[in-house]
């Protein structure tokens, strides 16, 4: 998914990889490899980040990679989050991009999106001691904390999702 890196990189995207949308709304870092590099791709009108390993996955044709950086040059960068509805958590350290295990440069887009559902992604936020939360319900029902997807189980939530962040391009 793309998000806007801050302060000093305001118009690029990031590609972080995400398989389960209805985790997005709790997104809260962006994982990358260490020593890895990463490029800056033209495509469309728009300059997007991602590995270098994997830009011909991503981009089939019209791009151009416009420069080359050791993954060291974004860890610690901040971004704004696709969804505002935690940007409380920015005060805890949220928001920023750094280095984790699991992200590889073999698949996806080389950046991954963390947030508290998955195992590793769990531990990680610990580490960083950013407070877990869950928007899930017992019967894993979005909750009020996400308005807009109160009352709708989170699979069924996805198609919605996608259609969001379609609409705003």
């Known amino acids: 998914f793309p998000v806007t890196i801050k302060p000093e990189i ?3 995207r990031v590609m972080a990889f995400a398989a389960t949308p209805w985790t997005l709304y709790g997104n809260l870092l962006i994982g990358i490899k260490k020593d890895a590099l990463y490029v800056k791709v033209k495509h469309e009108n728009q300059t997007y980040i991602c590995s270098k390993d994997l830009v ?3 981009f089939k044709e019209n791009f ?3 420069e080359e950086f ?3 040059e974004i860890e610690g960068k901040e971004y704004e989050p696709l969804f505002s509805n935690y940007e409380n958590k920015r005060e805890e ?8 295990d699991h992200a590889v440069t073999t698949e996806g887009t080389g950046l991954v999106h963390l947030a508290p559902y998955g195992e590793k992604d769990f531990e990680i936020l610990r580490s960083k001691r950013i407070k877990a939360f869950d928007y899930l319900d017992d019967t894993a029902n979005f909750t009020s904390e996400i308005p807009e ?3 709708i189980f989170y699979k069924e ?3 919605k999702i996608i259609e969001n962040l379609i609409s705003r391009n």
């Open 70 to 72: 050791n993954s060291s």
């Open 64 to 66: 151009e990679i416009i």
């Open 157 to 159: 939530a996805n198609p």
């Open 149 to 151: 997807l109160s009352g």
């Open 10 to 12: 305001t118009y690029k």
């Open 56 to 58: 011909s996955d991503l």
């Open 93 to 100: 350290g949220a928001f920023k991009v750094i280095f984790a």
